[in-house]
């Protein structure tokens, strides 16, 4: 039996493949090469930013007043710091990606303040924290907690907390 030496078939597996690529119409080169080109042009620019620091898609929740054993529909605060007075509803096809949350207590002193993240579809809570009520304490979260479209979200102020608080949520959004 007769055989062939490896490099003998390394090689001749090497040219079929170069002679393959030499085959296919340059149109076919082209075109790939287009589907990996990126044009920013005034008319068109590329968006090489991350979409959380794009400040359309920023969003900035408040929640103020809120005394021990109640709750609050979060409302947005604009860009321009005029607050709504309609709870928030994240828009339809997006999601919104919670990213911090700051607890600032009115009146500073002992004790804690347990705060609860709730949304509105089943009202279930999502987060739960306990803080203290002596200064304001912020919460971050890289990952982010993502609310889907027709979500709004309640921050509640347990019983058991030690003062009255405000909250603000800041986070983005992002298509579905």
Same mark, same amino acid.
């Given at each position: ?87 928030? !509803?994240? #828009? @339809? /096809?997006?999601? $919104? *990606? %919670? ?46 907690? !993502?609310? #889907? @479209? /027709?979500?709004? $979200? *309640? %921050? ?21």
């Amino acid at each position: 039996m007769f055989h062939l030496p490896k490099t003998f078939t390394y090689g001749a597996a090497a040219l079929a493949a170069g002679v393959l690529i030499l085959a296919l119409p340059r149109a076919a080169h082209a075109i790939a090469a287009t589907l990996v080109q990126v044009t920013n042009t005034a008319a068109g620019p590329a968006v090489v930013q991350d979409v959380s620091k794009l400040a359309s898609q920023q969003v900035t929740l408040l929640a103020y007043g809120l005394f021990p054993g109640t709750e609050a529909n979060l409302v947005q605060m604009s860009v321009q710091g005029t607050v709504s007075t309609e709870s928030y !509803v994240v #828009p @339809a /096809g997006q999601n $919104l *990606i %919670v990213t911090s949350i700051d607890i600032k207590p009115y009146a500073p002193g002992s004790g804690t303040n347990g705060i609860t993240i709730l949304n509105t579809q089943p009202g279930l809570p999502l987060e739960s924290y306990v803080v203290t009520n002596s200064v304001s304490t912020t919460l971050q979260f890289p990952n982010g907690i !993502v609310f #889907p @479209a /027709g979500e709004s $979200l *309640i %921050v509640d102020n347990a019983i058991n907390s030690s003062g009255v608080l405000s909250a603000t949520v800041r986070g983005y959004l992002t298509s579905n």
